[in-house]
């Protein structure tokens, strides 16, 4: 964070969300409402659920349900009692995030601030003013003003300031004010600036009613001749603002710039409280305007508090024609025109400055003038005044050459408070990223959400941007792979083009499969164990990594090192991928197979998929004990080419034969031919067999007669025959006597013991050994997925052993069997970068995390954010629980009752901190479970509401934050201190 100095360098505007009235949930669909010219003010009608607090511009119902809460780390307890301006706080943060292009999760530990305006109590009064013996802090928390702030930083893990500000109607644009002041000083490098406001007590309404301030026929009409009022409204708006040197550092759009900000007091204002002052009005624009470096009458436009009270509308026409009109006039400009939400929304109270403010910057960005809805005829005053009038349709914005576009925005609060700030259109900045030097190829888009649903309709509302872009699809990539955060149910989109790209987020939508879709899938909360497979004899194909050579460096350069490596012990030019030489000849292919492996796994770890775990098939366990740090690349390269000009020679007198059999079946088809041997078992029903080319051949011919599937392998040497290959082993071994093989850096797992090896194991005379043993895929396969979660990449040109590995994976119960987690080549994919990028992609749906492709320096372009999930709430515990321990007889039948109602009430609590289910064992610590103080203090008071006899239970000393307790020490606790009131 920069040191506290004030610093000439303005304010960016890069951000916003909101929740209005009239189903406006984005600054899109806010804009389409205003140059409409149309009203969101719900009418008076009787028969409407809300009919009290009416006429009102209100939010549908579901912005009070259906919470997503699990997000944010809320168990379902907390959000039935949250106020819905913390649930609309939390929301609109991470929208407005999203519209900036800043991945909400890399905030977390920032000194990023958070500034909340509002004025509203209904929730607090309704909540606190019940009171009662079942009021806990959590219920405090939930209903507190002052906790929306800090319930943003607290789930965003954001360490700047967190205030709450309370000026009544100007609350939002103070603060805005004090967080531009903020960052302009540096205590601060990034400001979320919110308001709301709530109508659910119709208290407020009747005051003001009563007061003769809410218009009588249900419209408001800024500065028009037959105002009457205002309209209540609710909603929630939601800024993020930034400096502007480190929003074009960081490709942040910057929406508008804040060129000067104020705010002062009426004083003992003439017409006493609540009554606004004209002359306070007319000297805070005056400051404010100095502070800007501007004349008052540069800007064109100003959102107006324009509460459309008779008052308040002529104290603020006032205001302005004494400055803004009078600056205009003498400068012989046309009119500024004079704008309002109030008609269009209502009086969002504590929240109206930030809804003034989005529709100033949308206004900017439109270069339109929006006309002011329910405005007809202009108030007297206002009538023969040219310097500032009301649009009622409109205004293209006027061209003059004064600069770039101004506007400016006030409130006026009941306390007194005045605020005003003045936005600018940003100067265009000259992208330094170009986006024709990765335009073409493939790009990946991910999408995520917190669940399939969600995720649908946020590829549906992509899909709809995509078609409507105009940016190229590696900025649309990069903000989706950088500028959004990763949920677990994800998906990818692979494309080339943004109609390629749409058409897969249209199937994603549909929920169809699509070429260019990977997933969808619900990644696991941790990374799974990833395991390198690198095959054998096979997995080459002619154009293997030419376009991998072509067109990324790190495989490029990685290809280069081994080749340098092979050239000394090859009696020829190692093949490359550009070269004319034919991929032929075991000489030939071993070498360029494991080169291949060697340069895969070095693009895949660039990619950040690392290796916990490989496992080596045949001659892959050559890069297998490379990749492992157990060989060097000279030895590695030194043994591979020994190893492939052995078997070249030995292919003559025979071959493999791949076979649909399991090993024992295998064997049992072997026991009429003793000459042939079984080279490796693959799977539960694919082994590979070795012998002379008349045995095989006359094996297949049999196999195939009874209906198995058997065939010939292309160039395949009778590699692990121990009769065939004995003299060759044993040369091999005197060939590379030099090997020194060290403790390696990842855990190898040899198919020739089945066993994990820790390096120097695999000396000269182990690879002869490899060389004539079966090789032992299936059971080691087998062996690592009765461990942890795995999920398994087989690093070949082709998907060899890809199928093997599935069917392992699939007997195992740990594992889907629909959809077991092996990544290979696709070799239905022509291009191989796609194909490599397309197991990318399925790695993160997996789990994995990665290094995205995209370049980071892109702008950010405007993806609509991210869908909601939206549960029902969650009902409250069923009373059977506490019937079932009032009626518990015996001790024994209390601690059943006992255990099965504390697991109730702590397994949902514990799902809402890790966002999955966790199995409570009896030794469970419950302090590691996420359990923080609010939700122990919560806990303690539900466990003595179970029971009578619990009121008194001394739980303090048991639940501690910070203090190891385990369920089965609560359990007895518990059980012990019921038993004993019970006795009594």
């Known amino acids: 964070m920069s040191a506290p100095a004030y610093t000439n360098d303005s304010v960016a505007l890069v951000g916003m969300a909101c929740r209005l009235p009239g189903h406006i949930t984005t600054p899109h669909r806010f804009w389409e409402v205003l140059v409409s010219g149309r009203t969101m003010i719900t009418p008076a009608d009787p028969q409407h659920p809300r009919a009290a607090i009416l006429p009102a511009g209100i939010l549908d119902n579901d912005a009070f349900t259906g919470f997503d809460h699990t997000h944010f780390t809320l168990t379902a307890d907390e959000a039935a009692t949250l106020d819905p301006q913390q649930r609309w706080g939390l929301e609109l943060t991470d929208e407005a995030l999203q519209h900036a292009g800043i991945a909400p999760a890399t905030l977390r530990g920032t000194g990023t601030g958070v500034w909340w305006g509002s004025s509203y109590l209904d929730h607090a009064i309704t909540t606190l003013g019940e009171g009662g013996d079942a009021m806990t802090m959590v219920d405090t928390a939930a209903a507190l003003p002052s906790m929306a702030p800090g319930r943003i930083s607290r789930s965003f893990d954001l360490r700047g300031p967190s205030e709450l500000v309370d000026t009544a109607c100007s609350a939002s644009l103070v603060a805005l004010h004090n967080a531009h002041q903020a960052l302009r000083l540096g205590e601060v490098d990034l400001a979320i600036v919110g308001g709301a406001n709530a109508l659910v007590l119709d208290t407020h309404t009747r005051m003001f009613r009563n ?9 408001a009409r800024p500065f028009d001749q037959n105002a009457d009022g205002f309209v209540r409204g609710e909603g929630a708006v939601v800024v993020v603002l930034q400096r502007l040197s480190d929003a074009h550092r960081a490709g942040c759009p910057v929406r508008a710039r804040i060129l000067a900000s104020a705010r002062n007091n009426d004083g003992n204002s003439p017409g006493g409280v609540g009554a606004p002052s004209h002359r306070a009005q007319a000297d805070l624009l005056r400051q404010v305007y100095a502070h800007a470096g501007i004349e008052a009458g540069a800007v064109d436009y100003l959102q107006t508090h324009g509460t459309a009270t008779p008052s308040g509308d002529n104290a603020e026409r006032a205001a302005l024609e004494r400055v803004v009109g009078r600056a205009r006039s003498t400068a012989s400009q046309g009119p500024a025109w004079l704008g309002s939400t109030k008609s269009v929304v209502g009086h969002l109270e504590g929240a109206a400055g930030l809804a003034s403010v989005l529709a100033a910057v949308l206004a900017l960005e439109h270069e339109t003038i929006p006309p002011t809805a329910g405005h007809a005829l202009p108030m007297p005053q206002l009538r023969d005044d040219v310097a500032l009038q009301v649009p009622t349709t409109p205004v293209p914005w006027p061209t003059t050459d004064r600069g770039n576009r101004a506007v400016g925005v006030s409130a006026v609060g009941f306390t007194g408070t005045n605020a005003h700030i003045i936005l600018q259109e940003p100067t265009p900045v000259r992208a ?10 493939v790009h990946l888009v991910p999408v995520s959400a917190a669940g399939p649903v969600e995720a649908r309709e946020t590829a549906g509302a992509w899909s709809q941007a995509l078609s409507e872009a105009t940016v190229p699809l590696v900025e649309v990539a ?12 994800r998906a990818v989109v692979v494309a080339t083009c943004n109609d390629e790209a749409t058409s897969g987020m ?8 699509h070429p260019a879709l990977i997933g969808p899938r619900t990644a696991p909360q941790r990374r799974p164990r990833v395991v390198f497979v690198f095959p054998g004899h096979g997995h080459h194909h002619p154009h ?13 350069k990685a290809l280069a090192r081994v080749h340098a490596a092979l050239e000394p012990y090859l009696d020829q030019p190692p093949w490359k991928p550009d070269s004319n030489q034919a991929l032929e000849g075991l000489h030939t292919l071993q070498p360029a197979g494991v080169a291949h492996q060697i340069a895969l796994s070095a693009l895949l770890t660039h990619w950040g998929i690392t290796p916990d775990a490989v496992v080596g098939h045949s001659a892959g366990e050559v890069a297998a004990a490379h990749t492992a740090g157990i060989l060097s690349l000279d030895e590695a390269a030194h043994l591979v080419a020994e190893r492939s000009r052995l078997l070249q020679r030995a292919a003559a007198r025979g071959a493999m034969a791949a076979v649909g059999l399991g090993a024992e079946q295998a064997q049992a088809a072997l026991a009429s031919n003793p000459t042939l041997r079984l080279a490796a078992v693959n799977g539960p029903r694919s082994c590979v067999v070795a012998g002379t080319h008349t045995d095989l051949h006359h094996l297949c011919e049999r196999l195939q007669a009874d209906g198995i599937t058997a065939r010939l392998m292309a160039d395949a040497p009778p590699a692990h025959h121990p009769e065939l290959l004995g003299e060759a082993a044993n040369y091999l071994s005197e060939r590379v006597r030099h090997l020194a093989p060290h403790t390696g850096t990842i855990p190898l797992y040899s198919t020739a013991t089945g066993e994990r090896v820790d390096g120097p194991e695999l000396d000269p005379d182990y690879w002869a050994h490899q060389l004539l043993t079966t090789v032992q895929l299936h059971p080691t396969i087998e062996h690592l997925a009765h461990g942890e979660p795995s999920v398994f990449v087989v690093l070949g040109a082709r998907p060899l052993l890809a199928a093997e590995l599935t069917d392992t994976l699939a007997t195992t119960p740990t594992y889907d069997p629909s959809a077991p987690p092996v990544i ?13 990028l397309s197991a990318l992609a399925e790695a993160h749906t997996r789990g994995i995390p990665i290094t995205w492709p995209a370049p980071t320096h892109f702008p950010a372009t405007n993806l609509p954010p991210r869908t909601w999930a939206r549960p029902a709430p969650t009902p409250p515990a069923p009373t059977a629980l506490r019937d079932r321990l009032a009626h518990a007889a015996t001790s024994c039948e209390r601690r059943a009752a006992i255990t099965t109602a504390l697991t109730a009430l702590i397994t949902p609590v514990v799902a809402a901190r890790y966002g999955h289910t966790v199995d409570l064992a009896p030794d469970a610590d419950l302090t590691e479970l996420g359990l923080d103080s609010l939700t122990i203090v919560a806990l303690r008071h539900k466990i003595t509401r179970l029971h009578p006899g619990l009121a008194d239970l001394p739980l303090t000393h048991l639940l501690i934050p910070g203090r190891a307790t385990t369920l089965e020490q609560l359990i007895t606790a518990i059980t012990t201190h019921l038993t004993s009131r019970v006795t009594t």
């Not at 007061?211 to 249900?218: A, D, H, I, K, R």
């Open 211 to 219: 007061s003769g301030v809410l218009s009588p026929t249900g419209r």
């Open 432 to 441: 330094e990223a170009d986006p024709s030097q990765h335009g073409a190829g």
């Open 478 to 489: 990069a903000t989706a792979q950088h500028r959004r955060d990763h949920h677990l149910h």
């Open 506 to 513: 249209d199937a994603l939508t549909a929920g169809v499969p």
């Open 544 to 556: 293997m990594g030419h376009d991998l050579a072509v067109r990324e460096p790190v495989y490029a």
């Open 824 to 836: 290979s080549c696709d070799s239905n994919v022509d291009n191989e970068q796609t194909a490599w």
